[in-house]
């Protein structure tokens, strides 16, 4: 009986405020659009980042009167590393055919030797990218050791900082759309004061009141979470799949698998429901006397 009583006090508060439950529930959708987006932006953050670390390599140029001796014992202790991941020998001849593939039109005139051999170094982590070329420079038959240091701490930089943005912008939406519930219940408790004293007279306990004014805190974020959800879902679809088969360097960036669509959806459900609880909590406990 009770179950059924919050119900048809719910519904009966979402018919009486309507336009304001309609703009609560747009305002939590665009809210939630706003988070879910940050989410997917995420996501491409993450892609691009690995993209990125995966193609930093250390460099280390050998000089042409190494000795095969001189060239093992450096493979030997780039192996030894725990930051390498993977050592790759590039022999002089290989050097030349790669950049007579990728400058053809520079490579005429130029000796097959004229380039040196050298190693190729990937890395577990992109960090270490310093330390390893430090403990490799000046190693015997070592000529130059290259890994693009400020371009590396260029990236990194931009990572941590696209991440904590992204991070703030999530607090900061969810902070206001458990605003936004808040004085929407508020409204509620406000147009309803007469009659909420009224049941206080006569006995009604602080939840029994409180109860269909949460689930129509709730209901209005799970509607606006759902229309959010369809919205983000609708644009990987309609739009990001596309611009991937449309660009190719972006495929990879922008292909998002049916897991990390499902945890954005169950993201935003979470957080949807938990804005909603906690926003009507709040107006509750602050502008009702129960």
Known sequence: MKLGYFLRETVTNL?????????????VAISLLLLGGVQILGLVVNRMTDEWEAKVEVSVYMRDDASPNEE??????????????????????QAFA????????LWEGLPPDALPASYRVKLLDANDA???????????????????????????????????????MSVILMIAAGA???????????????EIGIMKLVGATNWFIRIPFMLEGLFAALVGAASAIGIVLGANWL????????????????????????????????VGALVGLIGSGLALRRFLEV
């Open 239 to 270: 739009l990001f799949s596309r611009i991937g088969r449309a660009i190719p360097l972006l495929d990879d960036v922008l292909r998002f698998s049916g897991g990390e669509l499902m945890g954005v959806t169950f993201v935003l459900i979470g």
């Open 72 to 93: 093992q014992a450096l493979a030997s202790d780039l192996t030894k590393m725990n930051e390498v991941q993977d050592v790759t020998y590039v022999s002089k001849e």
């Open 98 to 105: 790669e950049f007579k593939e990728q400058y053809p039109d």
């Open 180 to 194: 936004l519930i808040a004085n929407t219940i508020r409204l509620a408790i406000y147009a309803r004061r007469d």
């Open 15 to 27: 018919r009486r405020n309507f336009l304001m439950t309609v703009a609560a529930i747009s305002t």
């Open 130 to 168: 310093v330390e390893v070329a430090a403990r490799v420079e000046g190693a015997p038959g070592v000529d130059e050791v290259k890994f693009g240091g400020d371009v590396i701490k260029t990236l990194l930089q931009v990572n941590t900082l696209l991440r904590s943005v992204t991070f703030v």
